[in-house]
């Protein structure tokens, strides 16, 4: 049988992305969360604040080297498996992938290393400005990935000569139609995703009975920031559903299921799409509501699958349950942020272990919606490449064969297993050993031996529960 370099390349892209997206829509929001607990700190010289920023500090340093292993692969990609697309889009790629690496990795790292062992190094005010500099560079660097990525999804500012892609307006090419609606999208999922990680750490301590003074102070102030933002997404969301349906109505049909052109369009709740006969199978829905969501009129009109080729219909299966699944996700976590805000307005938000452990549950939660959105962003754009100018066979190597992708996927797939494996030890290690207070010991000859933590056995002390 005869290995097919096409479809191994996109499963090889698929992985490497979906492995690499978990991370940074984490670092994002976590690194905002690390910049206002710095200033707490500054400004009120409460103790609490400055230990929660020393302890996400050091969790956001592991998933920050873990997504930048995770992301160097997909550059080497390009040019091993898309050589063809790398070549045709180069002059607007090329430079808006340089822009990220001079404007923002630079940034990160640089500061990274003064937020993470600066803190009785250099003077308080330059420790707070380096929380800001790395919080400010993750979303530059968002900026430039979201920008290279939409501009995939909706094209603009470009035009196809001699086999090349030539930019005719950057402005238009970096801010294109779908810009603005993925950037602010994805933005408010990295806060629900890193709001909802620091809510359930932070329920999991005040059940275990750990540090408890200090969890309860990241609990209540992130429950109230995810009854803000929860409810945002769902309107972000949808006017960013508005926009895909007006420029890539293909997608939006796979999304709904919809094969037919019709008015009124259900929504469906379940179905099992089937391709090759060009129907549903089993569907239970909603009348009209699809039309009202996507119209905002019940009898509007959204056109089907089938007013569009075969050839050029995306895979309805995974973008119509993917859809599902982030959707669904989004909605629980809605339920979630405003129970938890109703909880605290009656003061029972400690007491209510029921939701604290709701909370522990819930901290995969906004990786799995954000993994389903890629998907559906990703695979409901096929066949195309860039949007209506190139599809993905046409972008891959010539010289691929079956046999190379395949050993290549099966060395990402070993790499990335130490990677996350080695990822998660150490996340749980410093989940495990909890919030705890730095320590400076000095040696009998006057030098600080290695900082120690409050967690360390002390004479004639027990060691505590997270060290044994």
Do not use: C
């Amino acid at each position: 049988m005869e290995l097919d370099p096409l479809f191994i390349s996109r499963l090889q892209f698929a992985f490497v992305v979906s492995f690499h997206a978990i991370f940074p829509v984490f670092t994002i929001g976590l690194a905002s969360y690390i910049a206002v607990l710095e200033t707490l700190a500054l400004r009120t010289k409460n103790p609490h604040w400055e230990k929660l920023a020393t302890f996400w500090t050091k969790i956001f340093a592991v998933v920050f080297g873990m997504g930048v292993v995770s992301g160097l692969v997909m550059a080497f990609q390009f040019g091993t498996n898309w050589s063809n697309f790398s070549y045709t889009a180069s002059n607007f790629l090329g430079p808006i992938l340089a822009y990220e690496v001079v404007t923002a990795f630079f940034l990160e790292a640089a500061f990274l290393g003064v937020l993470l062992f600066g803190r009785t190094k250099v003077p308080p005010g330059l420790h707070l400005l380096s929380a800001y500099m790395v919080a400010i560079g993750t979303f530059i660097s968002s900026f430039w990935i979201l920008s290279a990525n939409s501009w995939m999804q909706t094209p603009a500012g470009v035009e196809m000569r001699d086999g090349m892609i030539h930019v005719t307006s950057w402005l238009q090419a970096i801010f294109n139609p779908s810009f603005p609606y993925r950037f602010a999208h994805m933005a408010l999922a990295s806060f629900l995703t890193g709001g909802f990680v620091v809510a359930g750490v932070s329920a999991l301590y005040i059940l275990r009975g750990h540090a408890v003074e200090t969890a309860s102070k990241a609990l209540k102030m992130t429950v109230a920031l995810l009854a803000v933002i929860a409810p945002l997404q769902l309107f972000v969301g949808d006017a960013h559903g508005l926009n895909t349906l007006e420029h890539q109505p293909a997608k939006v049909a796979a999304m709904e299921g919809a094969w037919d052109t019709e008015s009124g369009l259900p929504l469906l709740l379940f179905a099992i799409p089937d391709q090759e006969a060009q129907e549903n199978h089993f569907e239970i829905g909603i009348p009209k509501l699809a039309s009202l969501i996507l119209t905002h009129d019940l009898d509007g009109t959204v056109q089907g699958l089938k007013s569009f080729p075969v050839a050029e219909q995306p895979p309805v299966f995974p973008v119509f349950w993917s859809f599902r699944v982030m959707v669904g996700i989004g909605i629980l976590m809605i339920v979630a942020s405003l129970w938890g805000a109703w909880l605290t307005w009656r003061g029972k938000l400690l007491q209510s272990r029921g939701y604290l452990r709701l909370l522990t549950f819930m901290i995969p939660a906004p990786f799995i919606a954000v993994l389903a959105g890629w998907f559906v962003t990703e695979i409901g754009r096929q066949p195309y490449l860039i949007y209506g100018m190139m599809t993905a066979s046409e972008a891959i190597t010539p010289s691929l064969q079956g046999w190379m992708a395949l050993v290549t996927l099966i060395g990402y797939i070993a790499v990335y297993a130490v990677v996350f494996t080695a990822g998660i030890h150490f996340l749980r290690k410093l989940i495990n050993h909890g919030i705890t207070e730095q320590i400076q010991v000095v040696s009998d000859t006057g030098r600080p031996k290695r900082p120690l933590s409050a967690a360390d056995p002390q004479p004639g002390s027990a060691p505590s529960f997270f060290n044994a």
